[in-house]
């Protein structure tokens, strides 16, 4: 039993380094064309996004809660707030909400 989960955790670790070992292996001294670096550079905000947008809309029986919480995010993060701020704002706010509304 204790081998099988050996080999398990092993294997988690090759699948998890290898996709980001071959990139850096095949493209090391290569330089991506300027419209492919732009694309490759909003990739994470696109995943982000795709994480965070449902969550929005399923935190709760009540949607206000996911829509303040954006909300409120959103306009502190517009402020420039570093993201421990954006986070302890937005629940701040749907602390008081849930308090309001409790």
Do not use: C, H
């Amino acid at each position: 039993m204790n081998n099988m989960i050996i080999i398990m955790i092993v294997g988690m670790a090759v699948v998890t380094y290898l996709p980001r070992l071959i990139p850096f292996v095949m493209f090391q001294g290569k330089e991506l064309p300027p419209f492919i670096q732009s694309v490759l550079k909003n990739v994470p905000y696109a995943v982000l996004g795709a994480l965070i947008v449902p969550g929005i809309f399923l935190i709760n029986e009540d949607i206000m809660y996911g829509v303040i919480g954006v909300v409120v995010a959103l306009v502190v993060a517009y402020l420039g707030a570093n993201v421990i701020l954006v986070v302890i704002s937005a629940i701040a706010a749907l602390s008081v909400y849930s308090w309001i509304v409790g």
